[in-house]
């Protein structure tokens, strides 16, 4: 009995002691970490894509509550949740956000099986990092699409894939977060992290050829050409620039007038996600005149109808 | 029988055109030279359209210390400086000369005649070197480093011997044996010119025992020239790389980069490059020609073509018979380390070793199967890595793993790839992680 107790008791102390010692310990050692970098944590989307800058969410909370401390906010963006969860975030650190546009990833290539013929096969590993160290790849285009999923790959949200037909990569809206993770894995940097467009309505250049005119004109149909007849249709907004025989249009300056998407002669130039053409603009544009035998664009512009886009008689 | 001591494969030999004698190719319409045939800076184009050049004028001249100047091997008259497409598969800076005759530069010494180094005693080291780095020689097998900053070893680092790299290890090719059979004595007044440029007394050559006629000549013939001893190898895969020889041959080990083959105290230079360094110093000629072997099991012909550089490989085929029907892919160089060409109108540069016409059975890769963990690979890997893992962790964008793991030691020779038995695209990971961590090797040296 005497023994029992012995031990109860021993064993007890023993238990108080550890627990006097753990209970100091603990306060005297304690981490202190900010609550409301868990606070912020909770409303991110826990996607921890990387896509804001940051090794994860809870590295981006961090950076968040550190900037407010400062006192803004500014430049700090978690693309995947966009406006809603960078206010509800602001409410939590008490500051203000102000407004930034959606943006979406846009692949700027067009070179489809039937742009841009295939002249030989890469029989390697199917990755475009390696196959882009083959120098041009399958196409003559040593900048457009080498179409074997890099991007596919690197997207966590399911928002990109190679459409079977065209071989080339399609985001879907609605899932992309322009988190930039396609953007960063594609060794050709085709992918574009670009503004969403009111609507989602936006004017692209599809091409990311640098090649002179005559070397680009031939690699693809739907090449840019660096001709700069965009540009000179643009001179009033200056939105589209010409650089390295390649054009480019500035998302925040463009006022989506759509008459680069005509004047451009390889039909490089696409209006996305336009409502179709009113039908009296069926006879009044440039196509009319271009050549009888061209039926005109009635269809819905989109990215496929590259073929529907009169291309100007100039062409060699 | 002497060889390096870890790793290595044993292809195939398929040497079909050891037996067919050395014999000129016709001059090409139209010559392309590509400013871009040498590893290092780019040589810069000296001369402008419609200018006149003959064989051996200068058409670019080196962009730096690491670089080599360009001359045309044809005469006739320059009808474009722009990019045109090369064996790389890029679009690159390029000279290009319409054919109008054959007219050489007076200062070319064009005769048949052996000149010997005792017939020339007022060469100096110095001397040779000038002469070497103007006649834009580079190393002819494949790698074209230029010559003339491997004779110049950096402060601190002293040669030793000379090896004359004769292994001439990817199966297929016999470039060099063909050399070797038809102008044995001139590679040796070459490698002596490199020994006594460098300034040692030993040279060795290593020749693989496939060669057994190129051994008994050279050894026949280096009896004459004091220093020179022939070292014939056993055969394996791939003993023609640098690192790899000096192993077989002095049996000393390279250390991890950035450790440069010189710190063993050994100078190696291929075969082609000592004729190359023969007829730049004896002969005053630049580097405008070389031979090549135009290959393949389905080739009606397969040769050893002296060929003009800048013509282009559609015209070398042409010669060989044509292409053939069943024809999968055209490799530049050999089946090991050769690339795949896009175009077969590119031409021909001072790194073409051969022309390799494959059958599309042959050009087919088989089906990559899962990783079966048998470790082939790093039995295989000549520089003791393990293929398996760099493979995986580029694959996976593990750069500070690769980079843990020696991935820039890598010699990209292939042998991993041959010995899969799930036929992985080893190589291909490799080779993406190896440039990779290279460049980011070389910013970080650049903060």
């Known amino acids: 009995m005497n023994l029992i107790l012995l031990a109860i008791i021993a064993l007890g102390a023993i238990g108080l002691i550890s627990a006097l010692l753990l209970y100091f310990a603990s306060r005297k050692f304690a981490v202190h970490e900010d609550e409301r970098i868990g606070q912020v944590s909770a409303v991110l989307p826990q996607a921890n894509c990387g896509g804001c800058g940051f090794p994860g969410c809870a590295g981006f909370a961090g950076a968040c509550v550190k900037a407010a401390d400062k006192g803004s906010l500014e430049g700090l963006l978690c693309p995947v949740g966009g406006q809603p969860v960078m206010e509800q975030v602001a409410d939590i650190l008490g500051m203000k956000v102000e407004a930034s546009a959606p943006k979406i990833a846009v692949v700027r290539c067009n070179g489809s099986c039937e742009n841009r013929p295939r002249l030989v096969q890469f029989d390697g590993a199917q990755s475009c990092k390696v196959q882009q160290m083959t120098g041009m790849g399958e196409t003559g285009c040593p900048y457009g699409c080498l179409g074997c999923g890099d991007c596919v790959e690197a997207c966590q949200f399911d928002a990109i894939h190679i459409n079977p037909e065209t071989m080339l990569p399609e985001v879907d809206e609605e899932k992309c977060t322009a988190c930039g993770a396609c953007a960063k894995a594609c060794p050709r940097q085709i992918i574009e992290i670009r503004l969403k467009g009111p609507k989602g309505r936006r004017m692209v250049v599809l091409c990311n050829n640098k090649d002179k005119g005559a070397i680009a004109n031939k690699v693809c149909k739907a090449s840019c050409i660096g001709c700069g007849k965009c540009v000179k249709t643009c001179d009033k907004f200056e939105a589209i620039t010409l650089k390295n025989n390649l054009a480019y249009i500035d998302a925040e300056k463009c006022k989506m007038c759509r008459k680069c998407e005509e004047a451009c002669p390889k039909g490089a130039i696409h209006a996305i996600n336009f409502p179709p053409r009113k039908p009296k603009a069926e006879a009044a544009p440039a196509p009319a005149q271009a050549g009888e035998k061209v039926p005109v664009a009635t269809a819905t512009p989109n990215v496929q109808n590259t073929q529907n886009t009169p291309i100007n008689s100039k062409e060699q | ?447």
């Open chain 2, 1 to 447: 029988m002497k060889t390096f001591k870890i790793g290595g494969v044993h292809p195939e030999e398929n040497k079909l055109s050891a037996g067919s004698p050395i014999r000129e190719a016709q001059l090409p319409k139209q010559a392309v030279f590509s400013m871009f045939q040498h590893i290092g800076a780019p040589a810069n184009p000296v001369v402008k359209k419609g200018d006149v050049v003959k064989v051996g004028t200068l058409l670019g001249e080196a962009g730096g210390f690491v670089s080599a100047p360009i001359y045309s091997s044809v005469s006739g008259k320059v009808s474009k400086v722009d990019v045109a497409l090369d064996a790389s598969g890029l679009r690159r800076m390029a000279v290009t000369v319409d054919v109008e005759g054959d007219e050489w530069e007076e200062t070319i010494d064009r005769s048949k005649d052996l000149v010997r180094l005792s017939d020339r005693p007022e060469l100096d080291a110095k001397t040779i070197v000038e002469k070497i780095k103007a006649a834009g020689v580079v190393g002819m097998g494949g790698a074209t480093f230029p010559t003339h900053v491997k004779l110049c070893p950096p402060p601190g680092k002293v040669a030793e011997c000379v090896i004359v790299n004769a292994v001439e290890c990817e199966p297929y090719l016999t470039a060099d044996h063909r050399l070797m059979l038809e102008h044995s004595e001139e590679i040796l007044v070459g490698l002596q010119l490199v020994m006594k440029a460098v300034g040692v007394t030993k040279g060795y050559i290593g020749i693989e025992n496939n060669k057994p006629d190129a051994i008994a000549l050279m050894t026949e013939k280096a009896k004459q020239y004091p220093g020179v001893e022939v070292v014939p190898l056993q055969m394996k895969y791939p003993q023609g790389g640098e690192k790899q020889l000096i192993d077989a041959v002095i049996g000393r080990q390279v250390p991890a980069p950035p450790a440069l083959p010189i710190d063993t105290g050994a100078i190696v230079q291929n075969v082609g490059t000592c004729f190359a360094i023969y007829e730049a110093v004896m002969k005053n000629k630049p580097l405008i020609d070389r031979i090549i072997t135009v290959t393949g099991k389905s080739v009606k012909q397969p040769s050893n073509l002296l060929a003009r550089l800048g013509t282009p490989f559609s015209q070398l085929i042409d010669e060989c018979g044509g292409l053939p029907e069943d024809t999968g892919k055209v490799i530049g160089g050999g089946p090991m380390m050769g690339k795949a060409l896009l175009s077969l109108d590119v031409p021909m540069t001072k790194g073409s070793s051969g022309l390799l016409i494959m059958n599309d059975k042959e050009a087919r890769r088989a089906e990559a199967e899962p990783c079966i963990r048998c470790a082939k690979c790093v039995g295989a890997c000549p520089m003791g890595l393990e293929p398996y893992l760099l493979s995986r962790m580029s694959e996976q964008f593990d750069w500070e793993g690769s980079e843990q793991n020696d991935v820039t030691s890598c010699i990209e020779c292939g042998s991993c790839q041959f010995t899969c038995p799930s036929h992985r695209p080893l190589l291909d990971h490799i080779r993406v992680g190896k440039a990779t961590v290279m460049g980011i090797i070389r910013s970080r040296s650049q903060k």
